[in-house]
């Protein structure tokens, strides 16, 4: 894959682009070709104070904010190549170099492994120019890694689904457990509660009578004893008779 960043060394602003005054377009070339030259000498810092100084004079210069981001990058500070590119996407867009600039800015979000995005950017490189064979490399390379990507974030998904259904299955059967051991102890103590009432009622029931059945059972009782009663008397009378016959005798 080519990391390589396609430089465009432009010597002036394109007149669309700005609508400054030819003193200020003249200022705003020198400083584009100053930082062009210091570039070229890798002298990034530089060039980089020469753009920004671009900028300043005519903030709508493409040149000086498609260099800078490119300096940018060759400083290794990526993320803030990012963000100049962002600043100037609508006017690259329409611009004769909207190729390199997809190819450099799908570099950009290479490098922070943001494959959707790269694959996007070298997509629109491609579009624009067909043979560029960096472009098609890193485009085909990009795609690949976002398979990839994907393939491990599904497998990864799918890692997720199956632990929380092996936890929930888990969950299932302790519940499913610890629901029959409740009703195991449930039966126990209802079996116990009616153990332990019918040894009560053994113990403590008294038989239930009606009081018509009491007053029956109480005449039957009284009868009986006056019944004994009367066969008492009369042995006794029988034994009183019998001793006076022995005495008159």
């Not at 010597?11 to 210091?38: E, H, I, K, P, T």
């Not at 000498?41 to 104070?49: F, H, L, S």
Request: proline share 2%; glycine share 4%.
């Amino acid at each position: 894959m080519s990391m390589s960043i396609k430089y465009l060394f432009l010597a002036a602003v394109f007149s669309v682009l700005s609508c400054m005054s030819v003193s200020a377009q003249d200022s705003d070339r020198r400083d584009v070709r100053r930082g062009n030259r210091d570039f070229r000498k890798e002298d990034y810092k530089a060039a980089e104070i020469d753009y920004r100084k671009a900028i300043v004079k005519d903030s709508a210069s493409f040149a000086a904010g498609y260099n800078l981001g490119n300096t940018l990058y060759r400083m290794g500070d990526k993320e803030q190549a990012g963000k100049i590119y962002d600043k100037i996407r609508d006017a690259a867009a329409l611009s004769p170099y909207a190729a390199d600039y997809y190819y450099n800015t799908g570099n950009v979000v290479a490098d922070a492994e943001n494959w959707q995005a790269a694959v996007d950017a070298y997509r629109q490189a491609l579009l624009r120019n067909p043979s560029d064979m960096d472009a098609k490399e890193n485009y085909i390379y990009a795609r690949k890694k976002l398979e990839e990507q994907q393939n491990q974030q599904n497998q990864d998904n799918q890692d997720q689904k199956d632990q929380n259904q092996d936890q929930d299955n888990d969950k299932n059967g302790q519940d499913d457990q610890d629901n029959q051991n409740d009703r195991n102890d449930q039966n126990q103590d209802n079996q116990d509660r009616n153990d332990g009432g019918q040894d009560q009622n053994r113990q403590g029931r008294q038989p239930k009578i009606t009081p018509q059945a009491a007053q029956q059972m109480l005449q039957a009782i009284q009868a009986k004893e006056k019944e004994t009663q009367e066969k008492v008397n009369k042995e006794k009378a029988q034994v009183l008779k019998s001793r006076q016959k022995e005495k008159n005798w």
